[in-house]
């Protein structure tokens, strides 16, 4: 049965459309009635190898894959597919405290208030000279618009910006090749008042009149990362999904897709699929930024969050942005146009050399590349049809260079590999293809299990791809692994590139929805990672550095217990005078300075999550005692020998209780303070 | 004395400086979850280790075994340690400008007894704290002391810990060779200068 379904995959790309769907019915009777037989089928005789690291041994590569839904970023080694970390960005995370201890609450703040969760689709890898650099991470929040950044010297989110004018942020966050901007377009168009500034207010039955989108630029700082958003270029009312920069000759551009360009306001999924093209936008970044600097840029207000960590005191601040500049397209000749794309397209990627722009309509029959070439004598001729906006349209045909003919249905996203081949995800007939850019013929296919929507290959999106390995990101899982009741999680998919044949390897589990992922080899960031926080360094105003300091203060009904943890206790570990109803506040110093030694703190009842606190920080957690007793408090994170021992207590007296602050640690003798560090 | 051999004399007196720009002794420990190790540097003038705060790890170690905790401040040889070794410099330096005989053999003779008197007070120091631990510590074992090799290596429960002279031990063991030479060698000048 497995060898007849295999010759109908080898036969359907000569036969196309039909004989594909035929095909998919073949291909899952198949795995319906004998689990497992799907498992094998087209898995290499030495995947086991090419996967194994040894015991002790590390990855070659660090891959992030987004969490979508779960607003996390997973870190996986390659090529073993082993979870290595997950990076909490737009979501609480109780594990370690973040947006539930004071220092990171901060984060999570927006306009709209504390927003605890988020869907993280999209993670860029910020670049230098076009290639991926290992500095920091950057990812979006598609539904209350943000974008984050990781520093991947501590893997932490080190920064949050809200995007004013947008709504899903899903076109986000793309960085040019030096970074000089970061871009972020709205997936979801809303009436913007440019007056009072922010969302307006419209009748749904005004889409077509009054909806507009906005696509961002953010500026990084060279030096720490830093984001600011410098201006908006507000763009008619569709949809926009993905984009990506130009390299090379095209470095200039971001392409951005576009759907819903019928721009309809309800039942979109049938509205926003009539037109036989939607439209591929593509926009002169330096040219935008110089209209920017040269004035024509507005002015407009705005209210929006800006949060970010203090490196010394290892703590969030939230500012509020009052104005936003933008320009509109119409005011900026030659900034802005837009190329005819087949059909509600999604991935719009560019292959390493810049020349070619592939589209991934995915309602439609072929797979455009279009050439930057080409588009730029269109621009010279003026070779339009027409505008929307003020915004000239191309052509077709005065910008394509071809189509990959029949490549399979549902062409969702593609990257390349160092030799001239893209590779392209079918969502509906659930395969990976591979193809020549060149000569556009399909090379090979490989089905994957089941439903791939995005795949990355290191690199795959820069200009010198690490055509070594993809891994292919599916969208449903069903009986790929041990069944654990209604909820899978997703399942991603290890493919070997490196030769003429593509060569499955490996099945490994993912967190949440990854919607992207980068790679990057393990040497531009391993050697950076930080072991732990310096003592000496920690500017936080509730730290303590030595036992002596240690001090319990009332002040009116919020009680500060400022104490440390070092192994195996708490300084101080018996805490009276504590009422009901107080305001506690326990910010707790990790003394340690070694790698790998976090101390957590959690105490019994409190409406909160744990903090971990690593060596060196500082963290501190609100806690608000509702009932009279005595609550135990305990490291919560196996640190030593005498772990369980690490253990306190607070006494909780009832409201006006004359049960005076008292606080100590051990009790025949004085334990000798913890020297903080040495030298 | 001939010049060479004054020359030779305040190059043996110069190599104690070796003992500014390194250990004088390290003491390696290693377990199963120390893959990379923890070094306690032992300097004519101070504590150091492979990281900075290596003082605080070793301590926090020692404390499970009630062991007292190693502080620079406990150590008066830190602090005055610095004047002898300058004091055998200067005094070296001139004796090889001076180019007596008789005192480059008092100067290396002194030099051994301070060298002798250094390793023992070092091992007094390592018996103190293996073994001057606090009844109440949590992690007792009957019998067990835990006082570090002074050469060679030694299990102590998980740690196996490594004991060697250092570079700056070096500048010790070049100041008695040089200086021991230059006392021999000249006996032979002088006697070939006697001779002719």
Redesign the interface.
């Known amino acids: 049965m497995r060898a007849l379904a295999n010759k109908l995959t080898n036969l359907r790309s000569g036969f196309g459309l039909p004989l594909a769907l035929l095909t998919g019915v073949v291909l899952q009777s198949c795995g319906g009635d004998k689990a497992g037989s799907s498992q094998a089928s087209g898995v290499a005789e030495d995947a086991a190898a090419a996967v194994y690291v040894p015991p002790g041994q590390h990855d070659e590569l660090y891959s992030f894959l987004s969490g979508g839904f779960n607003g996390q970023v997973s870190v996986y080694g390659i090529p073993s597919g082993r979870l290595l970390k997950v990076i909490p960005v737009f979501t609480q995370q109780a594990e370690n405290g973040y947006g539930y201890n004071e220092e990171t609450k901060p984060m999570l703040m927006t306009s709209h208030g504390f927003v605890p969760w988020d869907d993280l689709h999209h993670p860029k890898l910020s670049r230098t000279d076009g290639m991926a650099d290992g500095r920091w991470l950057f990812a979006n929040g598609n539904n209350t618009p943000r974008v984050a950044r990781v520093d991947l010297k501590t893997f932490e989110t080190v920064e949050i910006m809200e995007i004013p004018n947008s709504a899903g942020n899903h076109c986000s966050p793309y960085p040019t090749n030096n970074n000089e901007y970061i871009l972020a377009g709205t997936r979801f168009s809303v009436p913007i008042d440019m007056e009072k500034g922010g969302m307006g207010d419209a009748s749904l039955d005004e889409y077509e009149e009054k909806f507009r989108g906005s696509i961002s630029f953010i500026k990084v700082d060279k030096d720490n990362g830093d984001m600011e958003l410098d201006f908006q270029v507000l763009v008619p009312g569709f949809d926009y999904d993905l984009a990506n920069g130009g390299k090379g000759p095209s470095e200039d551009w971001v392409f951005f897709t576009t759907y819903n360009t019928e721009r309809a306001g309800t039942l979109k999924e049938l509205g926003a699929s009539q037109n036989d093209k939607d439209y591929l936008a593509a926009i002169n970044w330096k040219l935008a930024a110089k209209y920017a600097a040269e004035g024509k840029a507005h002015e407009m207000p705005a209210n929006y969050y800006h949060n970010k960590l203090d490196h010394g005191t290892h703590t969030a601040k939230s500012t509020i942005k009052k104005t936003v500049r933008y320009l509109l397209p119409e005011e900026c000749p030659g900034m802005m146009y837009l190329i005819p794309a087949p059909k509600s397209p999604h991935g719009i990627d560019v292959d390493p050399t810049g020349e070619y722009m592939v589209v991934n309509g995915k309602l439609a029959s072929s797979l455009p590349v279009f050439s930057f070439s080409k588009m730029q004598k269109a621009i010279e001729n003026k070779d339009f049809d027409g505008e929307v906006n003020g915004i000239p349209v191309f052509k077709y045909e005065s910008v394509l260079y071809g189509e990959v003919k029949e490549p399979g249905l549902g062409p969702l996203h593609t990257e390349f590999d160092n030799k001239g081949n893209g590779y392209s995800t079918m969502f509906v007939s659930s395969e990976v293809v591979k193809w020549n850019v060149k000569d556009l013929k399909v090379l090979d296919r490989m089905p994957v299990y089941y439903s791939p929507g995005h795949l990355m290959i290191p690199g795959g999106d820069t200009k010198d791809p690490y055509g070594k390995y993809m891994v292919v990101m599916n969208k449903i899982t069903k009986d790929r692994y041990l069944p654990t009741g209604p909820e899978l999680l997703h399942s991603a998919q290890l493919i070997d590139i490196s030769g003429d044949k593509m060569r499955m390897l490996l099945d490994f589990p993912t967190l949440a929805e990854p919607h992207y992922a980068q790679a990057i080899v393990a040497d531009k960031v391993a050697p950076n990672s930080v072991k732990f926080y ?1 003592l000496d360094e920690n500017t936080h105003p509730e730290a303590v550095k030595s036992e002596k300091d240690v001090k319990v203060t009332r002040q009116g009904r919020t009680v500060k217990v400022n104490m440390t943890s ?2 195996s206790h708490f300084a101080p570990d018996n805490i009276e005078g504590i009422q009901v109803g107080d305001t506690v506040i326990f910010h707790v110093t990790n ?5 790998d030694v976090p101390h957590g703190f959690a105490v019994m009842g409190a409406n909160n999550a744990e903090t971990l606190i690593m060596p060196g920080a500082t963290q501190s957690l609100r806690w608000v005692p509702k009932q009279a007793g005595v609550y135990p408090f305990y490291c919560t994170d196996f640190c ?3 772990h369980q ?1 690490m253990q306190g207590y607070v006494r909780v007296s009832p409201r006006g209780s004359n049960v005076p602050i008292k606080f100590s640690t051990g009790k ?1 003798k004085p334990v ?1 303070p ?6 | 004395m001939s010049v060479y051999l004054r020359v030779v004399m305040i190059v043996a007196a110069l190599s104690l400086g070796l003992l500014f720009l390194f250990p004088m002794w390290k003491i390696y420990l290693q377990a199963p979850q120390y893959p990379e190790g923890l070094e306690l540097h032992i300097w004519v003038n101070k504590l150091g280790g492979s990281s900075e705060s290596v003082l605080q790890n070793f301590n926090i170690l020692n404390h499970y075994i009630g062991m007292e905790k190693i502080h620079p401040d406990s150590f008066a040889e830190l602090k005055y340690m610095p004047y002898i070794v300058i004091a055998f410099m200067v005094t070296g330096v001139l004796v090889g400008l001076l180019g007596n005989r008789k005192w480059v053999l008092v100067w290396v003779l002194l030099l051994a007894v301070a060298g002798a008197v250094g390793i023992l007070d070092f091992y007094l120091w390592l018996v103190k704290f293996g073994t001057n631990l606090d009844p109440t510590a949590p992690i007792k074992v009957p019998g067990m002391t835990y006082i570090p090799p002074l050469f060679g290596s030694k299990q102590l429960l998980n740690f196996h810990a490594l004991s060697l002279p250092s570079w700056g031990a070096l500048g010790i063991f070049l100041g008695l060779v040089l200086g021991g030479l230059v006392y021999i060698l000249s006996k032979k000048s002088m006697k070939t200068q006697l001779a002719s």
């Open positions: 310096k070092i192994r003394l340690e300075q070694d790698w030593s020998a005498l021992e025949p000798p913890a020297q903080a560090s040495v030298n």
